[in-house]
Each structure stands twice: as structure tokens, then as C-alpha cells.
């Protein structure tokens, strides 16, 4: 649904922006503390796997799917989520963004995926909502993403079993951020690869795909820089959800958006002096081309004089009465053509 069938409603309406689908809604359930786990799975949307809050441990909802409003609507409800949070879910349009509510802290960011068949950087809405001893995750797509890391609190790995909702929060932030980076290598492998196709052989380029490049760097750079001015708030948040031990892992994660965003500008910078050196390239052939076609016009226009001038049409040419004047019209011709391309390789313009 496009975001105009939006105008008009009242804040806080859901209204689904994203393509519409029919697969049903994935939801993974993960509790943990430091001594024990569970995870369970849920693939019918109507199945919604509300459990008992526990001081104690740490509840993930990890909810793949956002096209089902009416789920997205019992979600809010049981978790007391925000109109404005939740509708900012389902809006899979919205910018990066962070929001501090009374009873939870919502966030929303962009995860990427390259597409090496087309080239293209793929994007989804990935939307946070925590609060005491809870975390819901919502995904726009149904791939798996977060994966790893249920793995990671599954194998009791690092110090996430220890820690509580605010660490779990930066982590599924972590994750995503993390992508970003191999997104960002591949659009350098791509650039690598078009500068040594415009050094070889610049007709083999295709000219869009500098465009499409350009593109996919313009759409992590729209992405990554709202979410770095997101993560700042969170970070300067004063809440008692957020204990201040998880500060430095935000800083953290903030400090590689940074770095996300430079590594966007300086690949910019690349695309830009490989968009001049193809212009260059270009113009160089162009310019052979010209000095080919100068180079042989300059021979053809001494010969062309000389066959004019004995092509006219007077009764009293004396050169026509010799016996092997055509035979030394053509030497002349031949040692003209043989003395310019002499003078021409001496010159260096050949």
C-alpha cells in the first residue's frame, strides 16, 4: 500500500505500507536468564504467543511479518506498545528513528542485503519496542536474520545470558549493523570491478550500472545516517530501563554507523572519479577516432589535388602527352602518401 492512502487518517491509525503478501506471520519466542533458555516457534499468525512476565528473565518476541494488522494490533495491546510505535511498525516508509515512551523505548532502522545477480542493495524495516524484561522484534520480510544470534543466547555465548532487555536490544541493533558492512564491500568489489572494465576495454561497460551503483550508495547513506542521529539519543536517554553498563556497547554501535556513513562518502568520492574516468576514456577514443580520420584526410587531400588538377578538363595539359605520365602521377601519389606518414610518425601523431 502506498504511503498516500495514509493522508487523512487519524495518528496512530495501522495501515501496512509494504507489498501485500499471504505468507502468514513467523513468530519466534526466546526466554533466557543466566542459567536457563527456551525458544519456541510459531507460524500461524493467530497463535500469538503471550507468556507471563518474569522479573527474572528476558522475553524476546522475534516477529517476522508486519502485513497482518490485526496481529500487529493485539501485539500493541498486550504489550501496552504505543499507537505512534506501532504505527510507525507497519510503515515500512518511515526513517530510522528513535522514540522514548512511558512504559518502553521504540527504535527503527533499515537492514540491507546485496543482491550480487542485479547488483542491487535490498533494504527491509526493522522495528524495536522494549521494555522491562521484554523485547519485540518486528521484521518486514520473513528471512531470518537474527538467527545467529538466538544460536548465540542458545550456546549461553559472551555476556548476553547476564544482561538484561536494553543489551539484548543493542545486540539485534549490533546484528543489523553489522550487515552493513558487508554490504559496503561488495559495492566496493563492484566499483573495483567497473574501473578495471573502463582501464580494459570502457565498451564493455554497461552505463548503468555506474547509475545503479550510484543508487545503492545513496540508499545505505539515507539509511545509515538517520539511524546514527537515533542511536545518539538512545544513547543520551536517562531512562532506568537503559542501565548505564550498556552505554558503551551503544557507543559502540554508534561509532560503526560512522563509520558506515565515511565508508558511504568516500565510495561516493571513488564512483564520482570513475564516472570522469569513463567521461576520459571515452573522449581518448573519440579523440583516436578524430586523429585517424584527420590523418587520413590530410594524405587524401594532395593526392585529391593532384587528380583534380589533371582531371580537368583543357585541351592543353603538357603532362598529358607523356608516355608514362600516369605511371609518374601515381609515384607521386605513393611517395607524397609514404613522405606525410614519415612526417606524421616523426611528430608522434601516429
Not at 541493533?173 to 574501473?195: A, G, H, M, N, Q
Request: proline fraction near 3%.
Amino acid at each position: 500500500m502506498s504511503k498516500k492512502r495514509k493522508i487523512g487518517l487519524p495518528p496512530g491509525t495501522l495501515v501496512y505500507t509494504g507489498e501485500k503478501t499471504d505468507i502468514d506471520v513467523k513468530i519466534t519466542y526466546v526466554e533466557y536468564n543466566e542459567g536457563n533458555h527456551r525458544s519456541e516457534t510459531y507460524e500461524r499468525s493467530d497463535r500469538l504467543p503471550i507468556h507471563q512476565s518474569n522479573e527474572s528473565i528476558v522475553q524476546w518476541y522475534d516477529i517476522r511479518g508486519l502485513h497482518d494488522i490485526n496481529l500487529m494490533q493485539k501485539i500493541a495491546e498486550s504489550f501496552g506498545v504505543h499507537s505512534l510505535a506501532m504505527e510507525d511498525v507497519v510503515d515500512v516508509h518511515k526513517r530510522p528513528s528513535y522514540t522514548e515512551y512511558k512504559n518502553g523505548h521504540f527504535i527503527s532502522l533499515k537492514a540491507f542485503d546485496y543482491d550480487p545477480k542485479v547488483k542491487e542493495v535490498q533494504t527491509q524495516t526493522i522495528s524495536l519496542f522494549f521494555g522491562k524484561g521484554f523485547v519485540l522484534s518486528f521484521q518486514e520480510h520473513e528471512d531470518d536474520i537474527f538467527k545467529p544470534l538466538r544460536d548465540r543466547i542458545a550456546n549461553s555465548s559472551g555476556r548476553i545470558r547476564q544482561r538484561g532487555s536494553d543489551y539484548l536490544t543493542y545486540a539485534v541493533i549490533d546484528v543489523v549493523v553489522d550487515r552493513y558492512f558487508s554490504v559496503i564491500d561488495k559495492i566496493e568489489e563492484t566499483l573495483e570491478e567497473i574501473e578495471d572494465t573502463i582501464s580494459n576495454d570502457v565498451d564493455a561497460i554497461n552505463k548503468g550500472e555506474i547509475q545503479e551503483t550510484k543508487v545503492n550508495l545513496i540508499k545505505v547513506r539515507k539509511s545509515v545516517v538517520p539511524l546514527r542521529e537515533a542511536l545518539n539519543q538512545f544513547i543520551r536517554s536517562e531512562s532506568n530501563l537503559i542501565d548505564p553498563s550498556t552505554e558503551a556497547y551503544l557507543r559502540d554501535v554508534y561509532d560503526h554507523t560512522i563509520q558506515v556513513a565515511e565508508s558511504t562518502d568516500t565510495l561516493r568520492d571513488i564512483l564520482g572519479g570513475l564516472q570522469d574516468l569513463y567521461l576520459s576514456e571515452i573522449s581518448l577514443k573519440m579523440n583516436k577516432i578524430m586523429q585517424f580520420l584527420t590523418i587520413v584526410t590530410a594524405i587524401f587531400v594532395p593526392i585529391s589535388f593532384l587528380t583534380g588538377l589533371y582531371g580537368m578538363n583543357f585541351e592543353v595539359i603538357p603532362e598529358l602527352k607523356y608516355r608514362n605520365g600516369y605511371y609518374m602521377l601515381w609515384v607521386a601519389m605513393v611517395v607524397i602518401t609514404l613522405g606525410m606518414l614519415w612526417w606524421f610518425k616523426r611528430k608522434k601523431w601516429l
